[in-house]
């Protein structure tokens, strides 16, 4: 099992940056396949980003691809998201997830989710 704490949200104008992270804890870090979600109020949570356990695979939602990086370091048991050229529709708390199983891009392929952090941009 493996628990999740994110970190790094706040207010930021449009077109600035801000970079969230995620530290787990308990066992196995490096095997887990991670995700960022993020969920709008009045909305659906909908996914952002995801990395596999190895780094060799990652996916981005096509509404954050060439503007948000994911990246892990699984010495320091940490995930990140920078996210740059933020605009006002990128509002949400943003969430953090974690699996065993294969890399996935939908709510159900993660068993593991910390608590979240807001990220609001204004105009």
């Known amino acids: 099992q493996v628990q999740l704490v994110e970190s790094g949200g706040g207010l930021v104008q449009a077109g600035g940056s801000l970079r969230l992270s995620c530290a787990a804890s308990g066992r196995a870090f490096s095997g887990y396949n991670m995700a960022w979600f993020r969920q709008a109020p009045g909305k659906e949570r909908e996914f952002v980003a995801a990395?596999?356990?190895?780094?060799?695979?990652?996916y981005y939602a096509d509404s954050v691809k060439g503007r948000f990086t994911i990246s892990r370091d699984n010495a320091k048991n940490t995930v990140s998201l920078q996210m740059n050229s933020l605009k006002p529709e990128d509002t949400a708390v943003y969430y953090c997830a974690a699996d065993l199983r294969g890399i996935a891009r939908t709510r159900s392929g993660y068993n593991y989710w910390g608590q979240g952090t807001q990220v609001t941009v204004s105009s």
């Open positions: 990395i596999s356990w190895s780094v060799r695979t990652t």
